[in-house]
């Protein structure tokens, strides 16, 4: 029998509770013994819980998972930072194998982790904490081995894509499809960390340190959301014969990398385009591969479940990559090389702004309070001194590259 | 040192050769030991072959390779089917260990070729033989593990969509693309295997049988190919607001399945409009991940290289899934079941044809010498019955299936 302790039964732990429940005969069959959930870390001993759980399998303290030497792997889904920081570390210093779908942990500590679980000889795996169910990171880890990896982008949040598919597809209004997103479960009811793109540039700190092998951190990337869009900007859009996603990208750069999440407007022709709703997608170029894409679910309890438990099989079955995954490159960060056009709107401009942006447009797209510049090609460091030179509050402006 | 026979030296066997000594170093960061070429089969001796190849290394005998003890992992790329068949059974009958990149022989030995190298605890891996680059097969085995498969499909064959986006994107006819795709190597001298279809069918024949664990033979899929198609239907196609491709599809359907090989109208906001020219793509589906799709090169020397080596690394590193992968479902064939709504487009017709085809017409499109009709929901077992009792020759219509 292989016994887990699971941290967390919210909404992808029930999932992995499910999957196991469910599965139990095929999964019997392809490890050769049981997979038992042994203990489950949560804050509420007495929440209904709507699942069929074995008489004091959940707990409240940690330390009892930790000791139980029965337990082999520890699964990490409770979505707190801080607490999950040290039951992994714990975890991992016990000589426990880790899974863990917690991207802000992963982006945080992900040299120290990947150090730690190294020098144990022990698993850490973080399927679940990009792109959802999509099983890319260990696809990433196993081109690493054949490819320099140029590249890497993705649309990595499934909440800012549904309300961009919603409104350049219904043309409603960014509030209104907030609030269906918020109705529906798309989004939290704080939607800061993903609106504001902190949720993808964590994803993107992950796929970009492991795709450029070194390490590239969340202050190094260059970071504007998509809390600001208008109406007026969706119908600019819209006539380009484009559509618009939010999108993290980093790519290797004369002696460094560029690292970015920013909306950017692309034809519909682009594969990006037909990425909708709460869908993700992450694509990759190496060498010898060329272009590879994976797309699939960005969220959702099953689907991350899933991901999470590809981890725990691989680790039952010996079958993922040892050693430290990460790569020692020293990477200079030429951010400040970034460059392309974009597209700019500033709500409520006065005459002296219109001045200065008619330096750097190809074209002026204008309606009473509201005037959108297209830019020829300039770098991003460029667009954003301006934006602050002139004081304009975030609220006031949106910006998003062109891709041509 | 891990020793390698590789059987085979023409397109994928030089880009296996040029991988490995160019990822020296790396590779044997990777697996700890030498990776070394020993002996590779040719049919002559004496060809040029643009490579720096040890003296003594190039054999036209088989036999020479079987009997060499140091050689554990052979790696067939001649793209021969019989001859294939004969290595890989003597290869896993002597105890080595079988990496394919060709599909004929996976297609049509699959079962045969499985339950060998289980018997014998061998690996006998085929990455390369679906959707060149696109690390898919892996995928899709471990995905196995925590979901039913629903429904497969996927563009798999680069020529078909080169000449279909070419003709789409450009207006020429399918003669003038289909001379440029063999002039630029994206078509062979004879095309037949390609644009009749057969190569997606074997693809399907291998992605089918895995996803529905259910043996489903060449002989189970309904085939169509893309020759006939005419710039009339491509004009009325784009009318749709829509484009066309060769798409493989199998799907659990009732107490079975059906599968199917046809040219699919797809509207230009669908996943597949945007996978265009050489570009493959593999779409499943699981009950647990939902909708997953990969995309990637096709073909081509170092993706299916480095397809093919991928599984080379898994063997080396064990780190692949044991035991046979093929399932034991009894699968009946539905296929007289699978129904939808068609674009049918006949040359020549005549006055006994147009009054047949009033029937099951939505709407009729019609010029000088073509008429073409699209269907109301209908069997396609009726359409084909349909065609055959009208006796048109296959050069003289096009069928496609409309994906609304």
């Known amino acids: 029998m292989v016994n887990i302790g699971l941290l967390g039964l919210g909404t992808v732990g029930t999932g992995i509770v499910e999957i196991i429940n469910n599965r139990k005969d095929q999964l019997k069959n392809i490890v050769g013994k049981d997979i038992n959930v042994k203990k489950i870390l949560v804050r509420n001993l007495n929440k209904e819980r709507g699942l069929d759980l074995e008489e004091g399998i959940l707990t409240t303290d940690f330390n009892e998972i930790l000791r139980d030497k029965e337990i082999s792997i520890i699964v990490e889904v409770t979505g707190d930072l801080e607490c999950s920081y040290e039951y992994i570390t714990e975890a991992l210093k016990a000589g426990k194998n880790v899974v863990t779908a917690n991207k802000a942990v992963v982006s945080k500590y992900f040299e120290e982790l990947s150090s ?48 961009l598919t919603r409104m350049i597809d219904e043309g409603k209004s960014y509030d209104e499809v907030l609030k269906i997103a918020q109705e529906l479960g798309y989004a939290e009811a704080d939607p800061t960390a993903d609106v504001e793109g902190h949720d993808t540039l964590r994803k993107l700190r992950i796929l970009a340190t492991l795709s ?74 190496g060498d010898n591969i060329g272009e590879l894409k994976f797309y699939g679910a960005g969220a959702g309890k099953l689907a991350t479940a899933n991901a999470v438990l590809s981890d725990v099989l691989d680790i039952i079955l010996d079958s993922y990559r040892k050693g430290n995954p990460l790569g020692e490159n020293n990477l200079k960060n030429n951010n400040d090389k970034l460059k392309g056009n974009y597209y700019l709107r500033i709500s409520t401009p006065n005459k002296d702004i219109i001045s200065v942006l008619r330096d750097i447009s190809n074209k002026i797209l204008s309606e009473e309070s509201n005037i959108a510049i297209i830019t020829e090609e300039v770098e991003i460091a460029k667009i954003n001194n301006l934006i602050s030179s002139l004081g304009i509050d975030k609220k006031d402006y949106f910006l998003a590259r062109i891709l041509l």
């Open 212 to 285: 450029l092998q070194g390490k590239i951190t969340e202050e190094d990337i260059i970071l504007n959301g998509i809390s600001s869009i208008k109406s007026f900007d969706i119908n600019n859009i819209k006539s380009m014969d484009s559509t618009i996603k939010l999108i993290g990208e980093a790519k290797v750069c004369e002696d460094g990398f560029t690292a970015v999440v920013q909306p950017v407007i692309v034809k519909n022709s682009n594969y990006f385009a037909n990425v909708n709703m709460a869908f993700n997608s992450v694509a990759f170029k």
């Open 116 to 163: 730690l679980a190294s020098e144990k000889n022990l698993a850490f795996l973080y399927e679940g904490s990009v792109g959802g169910g999509i099983p890319v990171i260990k696809a990433l880890k196993e081109q690493l081995s054949l490819n320099e990896i140029l590249e890497v982008q993705g649309i990595l949040n499934g909440t800012c894509n549904y309300i």
